[in-house]
């Protein structure tokens, strides 16, 4: 909205046509984002608190959690808000893409809400159903991979990229490409969701991939740069960093609030929103091995999960003294900000090993 307000301005006062580069905006967007999430915030929590809407506790995890109980959740709503309202404000909205994102995560983030809500509310332990849970998540994931599919205009939309390889791509059809998009949107959404155990374990890495995707958006929607850079050229992508720096300054904000000892967490809604958001992203911009390395976070919680669960069923034995991984780390003896600051600092590498495929190839 206040692109079309400045654009209108443009034609009377020259100064406001600034407001056109995407990477003022994408700046904006990270800014405004992280205002209003440092003005609701703390009203918010008040609510949740007042509402009594706490965070139940497993007592079979590591007992240092035990404190945690009661602590206010559903805090994702704080981050979703922000998103919306930032991205309403300085994106593009006669750009496909950008509905495309937002109407994903927020469509995985209802999702989340409805479980989170019947889990702290309702005061049912099992929130929504696994089987509802993927049900709702495959029909948007599907809906949004056919949308994706329909409306690419060269083939090179469509094709699987591998990073570090100038020229290895492979030409996905109909069905493996919407295959393909349904697994990096629904799996990322819940690979974000099972690492969401610890104080600012899950918004931090969260916050530098999307950064991350915001240049990969920038790049791919240049034709200059794409071009210079060997990525294919998807015209509207750019302003997928506009988003994607409402993401960051959202999550930013929210780690303010998230970081250890949490005055609230982020619960379902946040993190199914966040994955789906991130696996859109990288989808439209061709890089889903890219997310695949620098989510590598995700990727090993979610393979923890996996591994300890097959290994009992199989062999009666677990690999882990407990999943997700980071609770496994916790039962060894590191202490939780140990646990958290550490895999920050392995996502940041691999982010910046994401980041070096945009010239290596």
Not at 54 to 67: E, F, K, M
Not at 114 to 134: E, F, Q, T
Not at 205 to 222: D, E, K, N, Q, R
Not at 233 to 245: K, R
Request: glycine share 8%.
């Amino acid at each position: 909205m206040l692109l079309q307000f400045a654009q209108w301005l443009s034609q009377y006062f020259s100064v406001f046509s600034v407001f056109n580069y995407i990477t003022l905006r994408a700046v904006l967007a990270a800014m405004t984002a992280l205002s209003i999430s440092f003005l609701v915030g703390p009203m918010m929590i008040r609510k949740l608190t007042a509402y009594k809407i706490g965070q139940a506790v497993r007592d079979d995890g590591p007992q240092t959690h035990l404190i945690k109980a009661g602590t206010p959740t559903m805090g994702g709503a704080l981050i979703l808000t922000s998103i919306a309202i930032t991205t309403l404000l300085w994106a593009d909205l006669n750009n496909q893409y950008v509905w495309v994102v937002l109407l994903s995560t927020l469509g995985f983030g209802a999702i989340g809400w409805v479980d989170d809500y019947r889990k702290v509310v309702h005061r049912n332990p099992k929130g929504l159903s696994a089987k509802a849970k993927i049900f709702w998540q495959s029909i948007i994931a599907l809906i949004v991979a056919a949308y994706l599919w329909q409306t690419a205009i060269l083939p090179a939309h469509t094709e699987l990229i591998v990073p570090f390889f100038k020229y290895l791509v492979f030409p996905l059809t109909a069905f493996t490409f919407i295959m393909l998009t349904y697994l990096v949107i629904v799996g990322t959404s819940n690979a974000v969701n099972l690492t969401d155990g610890l104080d600012g374990l899950a918004i931090m890495p969260t916050v530098m991939i999307s950064s991350a995707l915001a240049i990969f958006a920038y790049v791919a929607g240049h034709a200059v740069f794409s071009k210079y850079l060997g990525m294919p050229h998807i015209p509207g992508a750019s302003e997928l960093a506009v988003f994607c720096g409402a993401i960051a300054g959202a999550g930013l904000a929210f780690l303010w609030f998230n970081a250890y000892p949490a005055e609230v967490f982020m619960g379902d809604v946040g993190a199914l929103a966040l994955g789906a958001a991130l696996g859109t992203v990288a989808v439209i911009v061709r890089q889903e091995f890219v997310l695949l390395i620098m989510g590598g976070v995700f990727v090993l919680e979610t393979l923890s999960v996996v591994i300890q669960v097959v290994s009992f069923k199989l062999t009666g034995k677990r690999i882990f003294r407990m999943a997700p991984l980071h609770h496994h780390f916790e039962l060894k003896g590191w202490k939780e900000n140990q646990v958290v600051v550490r895999f920050w600092i392995i996502s940041m590498m691999l982010v910046l090993i994401g980041l070096t495929t945009l010239k290596l190839r």
